[in-house]
């Protein structure tokens, strides 16, 4: 069936919510406005506030990591936000961003400061800032974050008492060029009593402040109609519409973005504005504000959020315009006087870029008004593989990708950022383990704590989330006609980088770095012979008839007693033979076998107690304990090895094909990818490497 042009725009028709946008483009009088304002005084919140609620207003969730308690702030990480810009792994710079807003929202001092995100490449910097920004445009549409500003209409109003604005057209309304807060019309010598009396009726917490003035544009406007009207502020307001302001970055509305440019082409009217020569004409001055556009970043971002995208590669003139607006809240266009503003200062730089303004004595000033934050790169394994994932999931990507290759590439990275530890007995990779959340004999949460502690550049030096994301790319496209990848794949790729990595220039780091690679292989070694080992093993009558063998065994070891053998029918000895081979896959040494067994059968008797029956799966060490034994006792007679000269019967084929069914079914291997498996396992048995 084929649809018509028609019937898709009505589809679409339906689809609309318009009262939902009359709600965004609500229209009213300034006194609608205050009872607005007097029943939700939230709106008239300046920019810190409004930033501060909005990344609140998501929820926190609190968790421990090595004894130190944590704060998630679900803004940065709720993924059904933003999914493409979710941030993991990066609480702690998080809650310091969070704590900045906090004493900002407060006036506690750092809203006259310049935030400046520092770090090196890939950080996620600008995602933090991105993410801000977006976040701001979603909650300045919802009524939680509702904010209003307000236009003026300079004709003539013939009957104040008949006056209805609604009837005016809307080309003759000039909107402020600044979207200021309507509460600045009240004059400042009237606030102190206008704020007294609106705020006895108001909680402690919701207290309105008005702070700064009306913009040039505003200000003639208000000035010459007070002219007018001889005064009488009342009919000037009849002259305003206040309406509900909705941010957007690319509308030009609260959000403003600078980056660096040439040199030649750029000047300071970018950030302040300039003046439209056409309407000297008009207006006959250059210093008229309607002759002027304030349309540089600084106004358009007012009441909400600026970026300085990579900040400290400005010129120096335009750090200057800095000091002024952090401090003082205030920009100078050229040809009028300083301008109040309401936003959010925020860039971002790396450390080269970083380390020339703290060796610059000339700008000592602005290092002065500027809170760094510093952003390293994930230092946890389990979030940096949490990036990929959501980069290289099956919605973006059709060619499969085998289990472990992401996690791989993440460990590299991570081992790249990390430095090495000064305990002897403990390797970069299990350091790495640690800040993942395993436990290691003869290391506590306290030794994580020390370990973070006396690395003070952890993070902030290694390979960039992006060179990996590039990689793994390189190698979705190279493999696409085989349909999948895995891990050598994406090391091989990873490594052949190396020699044209722009940002490695010494020898030894790139030599450092392919030996992490050689240490990630290995890893990745142990993990397939363990993957396949527990496919082979993964025969639940064959581990409950071993188990049951073994416990018959063991409680007749204890109880000093002799064991019926099932198929003689004769009783003999406990069979020392067969509990060893089992005990020994988990380290039991001969001095503790006593133990471990009257552990086992005390375990079994507390059970029998509780009316529970025992299972094997409850106990972690003896569960493992039996899938090795399994699985040594299985793989002569898969003949596994076969693979490898490729001389495989019917009956070991079959078994083969259940083990690869097993890892299809139960570990998220496709056909290609448990073959490739099982014969590099193959591969390992062959060589007589069955080290674990």
Request: a negative charge; aromatic letters at 10%; charged letters at 35%.
């Amino acid at each position: 069936m084929t649809l018509s042009g028609f019937e898709l725009m009505k589809m679409i028709g339906e689809q609309q919510d318009r009262r939902r946008f009359q709600q965004l483009n609500w229209r009213g009088t300034f006194s609608e406005y205050l009872d607005i304002v007097v029943r939700n005084p939230r709106v008239a919140r300046n920019a810190f506030q409004r930033v501060y609620d909005m990344i609140m207003s998501y929820g926190t969730e609190e968790f421990i990591d090595a004894k130190k308690r944590l704060i998630r702030y679900k803004f940065f990480s709720d993924e059904s936000f933003d999914g493409d810009d979710a941030i993991f792994g990066l609480e702690i710079p998080l809650m310091r961003l969070v704590n900045f807003f906090k004493g900002a929202a407060r006036g506690y001092g750092t809203e006259k400061r310049v935030l400046l995100l520092h770090g090196p490449v890939g950080s996620s910097k600008s995602t933090i800032v991105r993410r801000l920004k977006r976040g701001l445009e979603h909650y300045s549409r919802t009524e939680e974050g509702a904010l209003y500003t307000y236009d003026w209409y300079p004709g003539v109003i013939e009957n104040h008492d008949t006056f209805d604005w609604r009837q005016v057209p809307e080309a003759e309304w000039e909107k402020c060029p600044m979207h200021e807060e309507p509460l600045h019309l009240i004059p400042r010598e009237l606030r102190t009593t206008f704020i007294e009396r609106l705020n006895e009726t108001l909680e402690p917490d919701h207290q309105i402040r008005i702070e700064g003035d009306l913009c040039p544009v505003c200000r003639f406007h208000f000035r010459e109609l007070m002219q007018r009207y001889d005064g009488d502020w009342l009919k000037v307001m009849n002259h305003v519409r206040v309406r509900r302001l909705v941010f957007s970055e690319q509308d030009r509305i609260g959000i403003g973005t600078f980056q660096p440019k040439d040199e030649k082409n750029q000047d300071s009217t970018e950030l302040t504005g300039d003046i439209n020569y056409r309407k000297i004409a008009i207006y006959g001055s250059d210093s008229d504000p309607r002759a002027f556009n304030f349309d540089g970043e600084f106004n358009i971002a007012n009441r909400g959020i600026i970026e300085f995208v990579e900040m400290l590669k400005l010129d120096v003139a335009f750090l200057y315009d800095l000091l002024g607006a952090s401090q003082e809240h205030r920009i100078k266009s050229k040809k009028f006087a300083q301008t109040d503003i309401d936003e959010v200062i925020i860039g971002h730089t790396n450390e080269p870029e970083y380390r020339r303004l703290e060796n610059n004595e000339f700008m000592e000033a602005l290092k002065d008004r500027t809170v760094r934050i510093d952003i390293p790169y994930v230092t946890r394994l389990r979030d940096e593989v949490r990036i990929y994932e959501r980069d290289f999931n099956k919605k973006k990507v059709r060619v499969h990708i085998a289990p472990h290759t992401l996690e791989m590439a993440a460990m590299w990275a991570v081992l790249t950022r990390l430095e090495e530890p000064k305990k002897p007995n403990l390797t970069l990779l299990q350091k790495l383990k640690l800040y993942n959340g395993k436990t290691l004999p003869g290391f506590t949460e306290d030794n994580i704590k020390e370990l973070r502690k006396e690395a003070v550049r952890e993070g902030m030096e290694g390979i960039s989330p992006r060179y990996i994301q590039d990689k793994i790319s390189n190698a979705l496209v190279s493999n696409q006609e085989e349909g999948y990848i895995n891990p050598f794949m994406v090391l091989n790729e990873l490594e052949s980088g190396l020699k044209n990595h722009a940002l490695i220039t010494d020898e030894e780091q790139r030599k450092r770095y392919r030996d992490l690679l050689a240490i990630v292989r290995e890893e990745y070694t142990e993990i397939v012979k363990n993957e396949v080992q527990r496919a082979i093993s993964a025969d639940e009558e064959a581990i409950k008839r071993l188990c049951a063998n073994y416990i018959d065994n063991i409680k007749a070891y204890t109880q000093r007693e002799k064991v019926r053998n099932r198929y003689t029918g004769q009783y003999e000895e406990p069979d020392e033979r067969l509990m060893r081979s089992i005990e020994e896959k988990i380290d039991i040494p001969e001095s503790r076998k006593d133990d471990f067994r009257r552990e086992i059968m005390n375990y079994i008797g507390a059970l029998a107690i509780e009316g529970k029956t025992f299972d094997y799966r409850t106990n972690e060490r003896l569960h493992k304990a039996l899938e090795l034994k399994l699985f040594e006792d299985q793989k002569d007679s898969i003949k596994l090895t076969s693979l490898v000269s490729r001389v495989i019967d019917r009956d070991t084929q079959e078994k083969i094909d259940v083990v690869k069914a097993r890892l299809i079914r139960d570990f998220g291997y496709n056909e290609q990818s448990a073959t490739d498996v099982l014969n590099y396992v193959a591969s390992i048995f062959a060589r007589g490497d069955t080290r674990r």
